[in-house]
């Protein structure tokens, strides 16, 4: 088992930043692609970001040049740094990871979900 524990979220003003955490911890093995989703009231889980562990960064158009994603193998920890926030990116934020074994099965794991919300 992988546990993913998610931290950084809070109330910020439409223009601020907030920077979101995420540690990795447990049967770890390899872990590939760690990501980010949200999830806003009514709507669907959307893809924000992604790591892979050879460092290609995928992001949602909505958050290019706002949003930067890194990452540190070593630790087990994704980031997101989110600039320039709007009242659209309020949402609860999930932590994903794929974990790779050496018997050579995939798992994904989510964490609990972090709150961000953007308002004045």
């Known amino acids: 088992q992988v546990q993913l524990v998610e931290s950084g979220g809070g109330l910020v003003q439409p223009g601020g930043s907030l920077r979101l955490s995420c540690a990795a911890s447990?049967?770890?093995?390899?872990?590939?692609?760690m990501a980010w989703y949200r999830q806003a009231p009514g709507k669907q889980r959307e893809l924000v970001a992604s790591?892979?562990?050879?460092?290609?960064?995928e992001y949602a158009d909505s958050v290019k040049g706002r949003f930067t994603i890194s990452r540190d193998n070593a630790k087990n920890t994704v980031y997101l740094q989110m600039n320039s926030l709007k009242s659209e990116d309020t949402a609860v934020y999930y932590c994903?990871?794929?974990?790779?074994?050496?018997?050579?099965?995939?798992?994904?794991?989510w964490g609990q979900g972090t709150q961000v919300t953007v308002s004045s």
């Open positions: 994903n990871a794929d974990r790779h074994t050496p018997w050579d099965t995939t798992t994904t794991y």
């Open positions: 447990g049967s770890i093995f390899i872990i590939n692609t």
């Open positions: 790591h892979t562990r050879g460092s290609v960064r």
